[in-house]
């Protein structure tokens, strides 16, 4: 079973460019989440999606951040314009059942950002 | 509101002797509680689940949890560590409704030859 694909692994930008991850779900996954790990913490979420609609925004910065998932499948994370703090590892992960907490999520290998 | 805290930030283990990462939730129902480890420039991996069925939950790697309500507590062990048990280990606490995951703190695990 192909895990979940985000890319790309590492990117350096400056501050107040803009720049834009991919997550690749597990096929028929329906629920897909960003997380933003900063070093030394535990993941906090981002986003979450069932589908192509968002469940959880509330700890999204929609000044800066925007994400989306088209047709419920893949999904862009985007950071324009990107700060300092934003220095993180983003974790992309899917789920397959809405409402069953029974089932994990399965994480991509993140994408490190870094802002210089 | 859902919280999980992991109560030790480092844990630093001999090789061949046992592993305890500690995780206190609080919650007004019983939620559904994993344990993921984290390798250095890996992804997050599931070690274990516990989904209200037996209270003793084996792992992966030879790892396993119990769940105490009236503590409400899913301590992680291992009886023998390794060199490659070196990682960070997140437990996280999900709920049904909205399948939110929350995580702890994480515990960083140190092995010593």
């Known amino acids: 079973e192909a895990g979940v694909a985000q890319s790309p692994r590492y990117k350096i930008i400056e501050k107040r460019q803009s720049v834009a991850f991919w997550c690749n779900p597990i096929?028929?996954?329906?629920?897909l989440y960003w997380y933003q790990q900063i070093l030394g913490q535990g993941p906090k979420l981002l986003i979450q999606?069932?589908?192509?609609?968002?469940?959880?925004d509330s700890q999204l910065p929609k000044d800066r951040f925007s994400a989306e998932r088209l047709k419920g499948v893949d999904s862009t994370l985007k950071i324009q314009p990107a700060k300092l703090e934003d220095s993180a590892v983003y974790l992309c992960?899917?789920?397959?059942?809405?409402?069953?907490?029974?089932?994990?999520?399965?994480f991509g290998q993140g994408t490190r950002l870094t802002v210089v | 509101a859902q919280s999980v805290t992991q109560l030790d930030s480092h844990v630093s283990v001999s090789e061949g002797t046992p592993v305890l990462l500690r995780c206190n939730y609080s919650?007004?129902?019983?939620?559904?509680l994993f344990w993921y480890v984290q390798h250095p420039n890996k992804g997050l991996q599931l070690l274990l689940k516990?989904?209200?069925?037996?209270?003793l939950v084996k792992g992966i790697n030879g790892f396993e949890a119990e769940f105490k309500k009236s503590e409400t507590s899913f301590h992680l062990t291992k009886p023998s560590a390794h060199m490659s048990d070196a990682a960070e280990y997140f437990c996280?606490?999900?709920?049904?409704?909205?399948?939110?995951?929350?995580f702890g703190g994480g515990t960083r695990v140190l092995v010593k030859p």
């Open positions: 992960a899917s789920s397959l059942d809405w409402g069953n907490r029974n089932t994990e999520a399965f």
């Open positions: 919650s007004s129902y019983s939620p559904s």
């Open positions: 996280v606490a999900i709920k049904a409704a909205g399948n939110k995951l929350t």
């Open positions: 516990y989904t209200s069925a037996a209270t």
């Open positions: 096929s028929g996954h329906a629920t």
């Open positions: 999606f069932q589908n192509n609609g968002v469940v959880d």
